[in-house]
């Protein structure tokens, strides 16, 4: 599986802008503090054409330990979801590999 880096998005921007590699990195970091900050005070953060990133509060729950089988309380806490756009959706279905 490959994964795209941060060093290859600076890539990215630095090929398309034309902005130093330097400012390329900045300006990505920039953009990812900006989306961070928005989702720590629990703000959506909505790019067209790409999805949604939202922070939902989850409640307390009772787990259980899959080895022991003991039911153990799981507390309160805030997790991060992605909700893709549609037409990421199409563009991610479109590009599937056949399976053999």
Known sequence: ?????????????YAAVGLSRHES?????????????ALEVGKSVKISGFGTFSVRQKGRRIGRN???GVEVPILPRRVLV????????????QQAPARP
């Open 25 to 37: 990195a900045d300006l990505l970091e920039l953009v990812l503090d900006r989306i961070a900050q």
């Open 66 to 68: 899959p080895k022991t």
């Open 82 to 93: 992605f909700r893709p756009s549609q037409m990421l959706r199409d563009a991610v279905n």
């Open 1 to 13: 599986m490959n994964t795209l880096t941060r060093a290859q998005l600076t890539e990215a921007i």
